[in-house]
């Protein structure tokens, strides 16, 4: 469900009840993708259940059956139901789409109206109930809610006024028994209809549900990797990249360019924090942090590990170019004040940076904070290359 929330992001979740659709077509045709395999499999359930139905009650019907037509034609027609079914069943398996698949349910439907009526014309001319069949019929294929609601709806009726068709027709019934046949048509119709409404609405509202959930769960994730204050990635994100880093630096080896890390401090930030607030120390932090970001290429990537502590990671950099980035933050912190409200505040940082190894990560978070230390115990505002 994560991939389909992320698609469904800031979608039009409603639904129109009578319809029983979602409002937006894209949103619709997502939900239909998301319950393709189950629908598959349910269609192919109920293919099998018809085809071992057919075969059980064959032997057990011939005494109703005019005896014209038995044993002939009623056979080679159970067998063609038979055949049909299981073959319908494996081609379903290699349906992709859902066009196909709308599309082969629609024609099995066709067929099965067919072929089941056809079954009704060879029994005897005063009997009836196979009229429960109808009915079993009527009420499994709306429940599937294997097609739209509309669609549904339209093959349940028309279903019905072939099968009464078939009963006026080539039986011989009284007023009585009509009367209830049109009965039992009209209300495993509605009963249906009733059915299929509920399954579409439900499946589509768990859906919406499911949604939610994921996309609260994805927030919920990318917080936990996010710093609050200034957006950046934190460390427990820097912890998770790790690995991608580490491959990076194994495919790099003998070559010029490597991973670069840089631990970044902001110079005296705590008398900022003292002499004008913790206010506008979180504005500088922000503002450093979109500094650092602004100033690095875009396959770069910043983390803030923890109070003015930063951690910049330079993929694919050679030192040299690595240090020219970093030499050109110093100049720019040098001459462009921040503006946090109506202060203006040049802001010093130090920077020390190695080069990545097939290491632990402890290892190389441990050079950088050397360098970092050397920098700051050198006078500051400077980078100091620990390699």
């Not at 409002?23 to 293919?47: G, R």
């Not at 859902?98 to 072929?115: E, H, N, P």
């Not at 991973?259 to 450093?288: M, P, R, S, T």
């Not at 050079?367 to 700051?376: G, S």
Request: charged share 20%; aromatic share 12%; hydrophobic share 50%.
């Amino acid at each position: 469900m994560g991939a389909f929330a992320a698609k469904l992001l800031n979608k039009d979740l409603t639904i129109k009840r009578f319809a029983c659709q979602f409002n937006s077509l894209q949103v619709e045709q997502i939900f239909l993708q998301s319950k393709f395999k189950q629908d598959k499999k349910i269609a192919q359930f109920l293919c099998c259940t018809i085809a071992l139905l057919t075969i059980f009650i064959t032997f057990f019907d011939k005494m109703i059956i005019q005896s014209f037509f038995w044993p002939n034609i009623a056979l080679t027609g159970r067998s063609i139901i038979v055949s049909v079914c299981i073959f319908s069943a494996v081609v379903l398996a290699y349906i992709q789409t859902l066009r196909q698949f709308k599309l082969a349910i629609s024609l099995f439907m066709v067929f099965l109206s067919i072929s089941m009526q056809s079954m009704a014309y060879t029994f005897d001319r005063a009997y009836v109930l196979h009229l429960f069949f109808d009915v079993i019929i009527l009420i499994t294929f709306y429940f599937s809610a294997l097609l739209p609601f509309k669609l549904s709806a339209f093959f349940g009726w028309a279903y019905s006024l072939i099968a009464l068709s078939v009963i006026f027709f080539t039986k011989e019934i009284n007023s009585h028994t009509s009367y209830m046949v049109i009965l039992a048509h009209v209300a495993a119709n509605l009963t249906g209809m009733i059915m299929s409404a509920h399954q579409h609405l439900m499946r589509r509202e768990l859906f919406v549900r499911n949604t939610q959930l994921g996309q609260l769960a994805q927030e919920m994730q990318s917080q936990a990797f996010k710093d609050a204050l200034t957006q950046l990635p934190n460390r427990r994100a820097f912890d998770n990249s790790y690995e991608d880093y580490q491959r990076i630096t194994k495919q790099q080896q003998q070559k010029m360019k490597q991973v670069c890390v840089i631990l970044a401090d902001i110079d005296y930030f705590k008398q900022v924090n003292d002499n004008h607030g913790h206010e506008v120390g979180d504005g500088i932090l922000e503002l450093f942090s979109t500094f650092l970001t602004q100033s690095l290429r875009t396959s770069d990537d910043v983390y803030r590990f923890g109070g003015e502590e930063f951690v910049i990671v330079l993929p694919l950099c050679s030192v040299s170019d690595a240090a020219k980035i970093i030499e050109n933050m110093i100049t720019k912190l040098n001459t462009e004040p921040f503006e946090v409200g109506e202060l203006s505040l040049l802001i010093r940082a130090s920077f020390g940076l190695t080069v990545m190894r097939e290491e632990q990560q402890k290892s190389v978070i441990a050079r950088a904070d050397a360098a970092l230390y050397e920098a700051k115990g050198s006078g500051r505002n400077q980078l100091v290359v620990k390699i």
